[in-house]
């Protein structure tokens, strides 16, 4: 399985970027697929997950402004985010799991497959 993120750029603070993230190699349609985001010298925390039946599942900091969704027949995940401010500066990673727990979809160790990053810059 292979995770192909893209759609990350450098936009100003207000503004509004997708990001797709497409599989290959498997169909991951009974899957849970994640956004993940590591910003400069820091860890790598959980954004958003949509799980294998479309629930849906944001860190506090980004609901209301982050949108995740799915094309089971495309294969590809997407993460929508709005209303971007420069703390959203970061590399985000999608990630997908074939079985997860609820009460552990924010764990990365939790999924199996991860895609290669794209960096999101938010300027002031």
């Not at 709005?82 to 500066?89: I, N």
């Not at 497959?113 to 999101?120: E, I």
Request: aromatic residues 12%.
């Amino acid at each position: 399985v292979q995770l192909q993120a893209s759609g990350g750029g450098l936009v100003q603070a207000g503004k509004s970027l997708r990001l797709s993230c497409a599989a290959s190699g498997r169909d991951l349609r009974n899957y849970a697929w994640a956004w993940f985001r590591q910003a400069p010298g820091q860890e790598r925390t959980f954004v958003a997950t949509i799980t294998w039946n479309d629930e849906t599942y944001y860190q506090d900091v980004v609901k209301g402004r982050f949108t995740i969704s799915r094309d089971k027949a495309k294969n590809t995940a997407y993460l929508q985010l709005s209303t971007l401010k420069p703390e959203d500066t970061a590399i985000y990673y999608c990630a997908a799991a074939e079985f997860i727990q609820i009460r552990l979809v924010s764990r990365p160790s939790e999924y199996d497959h991860w895609g290669q990053g794209t960096l999101v810059t938010v300027s002031s």
